[in-house]
């Protein structure tokens, strides 16, 4: 009897130990910050993959709050990680990454991502889909902006999901982002630095998200000062 129930109790403990494990582990909500100027190695969630996802997805009668379409909401950080069912360290695991990779999501006639933000959500569940931030090191530079290396991502990642060549007149109303020389209309007459520095008499924008960081706002006003040039 003593061996049963030793048996028993053996069982029951490994049990216990294995439902312990398995047991879904609490997420961080706030960003953890590294301490650490940012490494270009490390894929930071609330600098690099959050923007992708807050402007790709997380709109209107799709995946935001108020939607959370097929119960999935893609709005922060715990959201994504569970309701997209985010794998860490395995992106072909991660339905959210999947549906991505087959141009599901965002669905048409939205702009898909882009090969570059494709890669940065994929290296960041490679990295452990870890909600990570950091401090850009070195003052922000206004003085070697171009519209290729500094607009054009910016716009990508906050901006064409809505102002997109497919969907500006229905989602972004007659303000057409998809190419520079539709960019620079915008830029020339104000509408563009007014709205992203969220001035009186413009639409805020990105429309209904964060504001975009001082120093990328900075950059679009150094740009356009420079004639909006397509450098």
């Known amino acids: 009897m003593k061996k049963k ?3 028993f109790c053996s069982l029951s403990a490994i049990a216990v130990l294995f439902f312990a494990c398995t047991h879904d582990v609490a997420l961080p909500e706030d960003p953890v910050d590294t ?20 402007a790709h997805c997380a709109f209107g009668g799709c995946h935001d709050a108020q939607t959370s379409e097929e ?12 309701t997209g ?6 992106p072909g695991n991660s339905e959210a990454y999947e549906q991505i990779i087959e141009n599901k999501m965002p669905p048409s006639p939205y702009e ?3 090969d570059g933000q494709k890669n940065i959500i994929e290296k960041w569940i490679l990295q452990g889909a870890k909600n990570l931030t950091c401090t850009a090191s070195g003052s922000c530079d206004t003085i070697n902006v171009t519209y290729s290396g500094n607009i054009l991502p910016i716009l990508n990642n906050s901006c064409l999901s809505c102002h997109g060549a497919s969907v500006y007149q229905d989602a972004g109303g007659d303000v057409n982002l998809s190419s520079y020389d539709a960019v620079k ?7 563009l630095y007014g709205s992203v520095n969220h001035d009186q008499d413009f639409v805020d924008m990105p429309l209904n998200l964060s504001k975009l960081p001082n120093c990328q706002i900075k950059q679009i006003k150094a740009w356009i000062d420079a004639g909006a040039p397509n450098n």
Not at 35 to 54: A, H, Q, R, T
Not at 71 to 82: C, E, H, K, P, R
Not at 185 to 191: E, F, I, N, Q
Request: charged content about 20%; glycine content about 6%.
């Open 5 to 7: 129930l030793f048996l």
């Open 71 to 82: 119960g999935v909401q893609l709005d922060t950080y715990v959201n994504i990680v569970t």
């Open 112 to 114: 898909p991502l882009t």
């Open 185 to 191: 209309v915008p830029a020339l007459d104000g509408r």
């Open 85 to 90: 069912k985010v794998k860490p360290f395995k």
């Open 35 to 54: 301490g650490e100027p940012c490494d270009s190695s490390i894929v930071y969630f609330e600098n690099d993959v959050l923007p992708i996802f807050e």
